[in-house]
């Protein structure tokens, strides 16, 4: 799992890559140089990024933390219907944050008028892009889940001890015990663990990418009208996005530290990105074709990651299973969750 999940890190190196190029490309194209009207104060912004550190640092904690001590609060265990209702509306916003942020960004970014007409203009990168992420996170998804069956040792206890499984079909149950029935069971409750620390780490790494993009346009902005709105846009979808992601988290069982590094990237990705962003203000222009070129490529990766997990392996995989296919009621309060979740991070839209 340790080798996946440093595929986390690898955005800021391609961040820090551009950055170091776009000041050029920013100077031979004078007409796509910063905009912003009258709305331009250097002191006045710098209070609000500052600002922003603090406030986007402190809900993305608390979104994705109140799922990972939920375990306190008896009616907001992941047995618990509550938890899967609340579980839904994280989903519902994760949707949403793919289809109403995310992509939106990159068709803006790789439709710039900063870029040549051809080819950026004559062909839709940003939702070719986005379909090969998603097929990609299919693939990832896949192939991990065979890996770690493969070749990954997997603990699985009974009641009266434990038995070490190793291979990819090979489980043995405990002695006494039927065996079909055993191994199956045994089989599926270790498949499902795999699946949700799959599930949790790809969709981490989908949303550090756009967390790192949006902070760094937050951090080398000069426009306080600009970024004033987008503060409570973006501490309202880190509190709620991070309920989604922490509840992946806590049912995928992982330890202490494990979890303390996954709280760690998503509650301080998009802070460092404004501090990137504050200290490469100076040579940063966010309409630049390979800031653009590069912020559009890496949004179209990030849009199609987060709606395949947020359709396929969230709700998808939760509104199939067993627990809301057994009751109608349990099922129409999660539609309505999802629905308000969606809708909620939709009308944020307007102002992020």
Same mark, same amino acid.
């Given at each position: 799992m340790a080798s996946l999940f440093n595929l986390n890190t690898s955005p800021l190196? *391609?961040?820090l890559l551009l950055l170091l190029s776009s000041g050029a490309g920013a100077e031979s194209q004078p007409e796509c140089s910063k905009s912003g009207g009258g709305c331009r104060n250097k002191a006045v912004a710098m209070k609000?990024?500052?600002i922003a550190v603090a406030s986007i640092l402190a809900t993305s904690m608390i979104g994705v933390c109140l799922p990972l001590f939920s375990r306190a609060v008896p009616a907001l265990r992941p047995d618990k219907d509550v938890f899967t209702v609340v579980k839904a509306f994280g989903s519902g916003v994760i949707l949403a944050t793919g289809y109403m942020h995310v992509l939106p960004d990159s068709i803006a970014s790789l439709s710039s008028d900063c870029l040549p007409e051809s080819p950026w203009r004559r062909f839709p990168f940003s939702t070719f892009v986005a379909m090969l992420s998603a097929i990609a996170t299919l693939m990832v998804d896949s192939f991990s889940m065979s890996y770690y069956r493969k070749h990954f040792l997997l603990r699985v206890g009974d009641g009266d001890g434990e038995r070490v499984r190793n291979g990819a079909h090979q489980? *043995?149950?405990?002695?006494?015990?039927?065996?079909?029935?055993m191994e199956e069971?045994?089989?599926d409750k270790g498949s499902e663990l795999l699946r949700r620390r799959v599930v949790a780490q790809v969709l981490e790494l989908g949303i550090v990418v756009h967390s790192v993009v949006i902070g760094l346009s937050m951090g080398a902005s000069d426009n306080p009208c600009t970024i004033r709105p987008l503060i409570a846009a973006i501490?309202?979808?880190?509190?709620?996005e991070g309920m989604g992601l922490g509840g992946c988290i806590l049912q995928a069982e992982y330890g202490v530290k494990m979890r303390a590094i996954m709280v760690f990237f998503f509650s301080f990705t998009t802070p460092l990105g404004i501090a990137l962003g504050i200290c490469l203000s100076n040579i940063y222009s966010e309409n630049s074709p390979t800031a653009l070129i590069v912020v559009g490529l890496l949004d179209a990766c990030s849009a199609g990651l987060l709606?395949?997990?947020a359709l396929v392996d969230l709700l998808a995989a939760d509104f199939m299973g067993p627990k809301l296919q057994a009751g109608v009621k349990l099922q129409i309060w999660a539609y309505f969750a999802v629905l308000l979740g969606a809708g909620a991070m939709s009308v944020m839209a307007m102002w992020a």
């Open positions: 190196l *391609l961040l609000f990024r500052l489980i *043995l149950g405990h002695v006494g015990h039927e065996n079909g029935k069971g045994v089989s501490c309202f979808h880190q509190l709620f709606n395949y997990m």
